[in-house]
């Protein structure tokens, strides 16, 4: 909370959102028709001018929403914005939880979780406002988002089809295929990404990975429910087939987003010479790491 003298009764609040995000776009639509932006003025936080983009540029944080209120003198980012506008809207009875501070908490987590994922679940057309750089935490977010998506699915797939209980003739080779893919993708994937999308290069590859893997096991889930015995015993090449299918998708919908602008591709080219690989090509070497994460885990489970 700042003051601001004299405060001008005359303005609507105002809400800051990120104009060049599909995903916030589509949630301000989404709030305006229920309801929760009734007399609050809403604007992409690049158009905002004069004073407002003064008190914005020095609250605002990439992938949160900025609320202003008429006076000027509250300002509220992010999950605590958004439970605002709640509040506004729903019978005390039900807004008063939010302020408990453990239900807060997981809302903040909940918001920067997604904030932190948005570029890659809807890539946006355009490079995104460049006065605005992410924080530190957007890729904390990512990182830590990926560790556990990818143990959560693993674990569903364990529940499908057991605990892995490798051979042990294969297990030194598992390990050591393991050890290999680690290395391999710890060494290309730097190389490859462009300047400044390295991290959701990493993101989007392990989130392919993730969906692969949720495919694989809800096919197997299908399987062992709807197929006779002797059906089923034909179908593991095909199911991982099909899943694959799913990670293939969010590569090729991240590509132009790991492409980054023109300015990121010269930078890319001068600092790394691999990372002037073709947008398709960068994508093909991702989705070979893919399929061979994906093929370790099938083994690792004893599916293939």
Known sequence: MIPLEPPDYSRDTLLAYDGDCRMC?????????????EGIATQPAALVTGTDRELLDSYRRSGEIV????QRQNVLTGAAAFRWLLQRRLPRLLGAPLDFAPLFGLMCIGYRF??????????????????????????????????VLLALALWL?????????????????????G????????ALI????????????????????VISTF????????????????????QPSVLFGVAM??????????????????????????????SAASKRGRIVVLAIIQIACVLWITFLFGIL
Not at 192 to 206: N, S
């Open 245 to 274: 299918m799913g990670g293939f998708w969010l590569l090729f919908r991240c590509q132009n987003w790991l492409d980054g602008s023109a300015e990121e591709t010269r930078s890319s080219e001068i600092r790394r010479p691999l």
């Open 179 to 186: 050890g290999l893919l680690l290395l391999v993708s710890s």
């Open 114 to 147: 997604i904030a932190a994922w948005r570029r890659l679940i809807s890539p946006p057309q355009t490079p995104p406002d460049p006065t605005f750089s992410e924080p530190d935490w957007v890729a904390r977010y990512r990182i830590i988002g990926s560790v």
């Open 190 to 209: 730097p190389m490859l990404a462009r300047a400044g999308r390295k991290v959701d290069t990493v993101a989007t590859l392990v989130g392919a990975i």
């Open 67 to 70: 609320l202003l209120d008429a």
């Open 215 to 234: 495919m694989l096991a809800m096919l197997m889930l299908l399987k062992s429910i709807f197929l006779a015995e002797e059906i089923a015993l034909l």
């Open 157 to 177: 797939l364990s529940m499908v089809v057991g605990i892995p209980s490798p051979d042990p003739d294969h297990s030194a080779g598992l390990v050591i295929g």
């Open 25 to 37: 776009t589509g949630s301000i639509r989404s709030m305006q028709l229920l309801g929760l932006l």
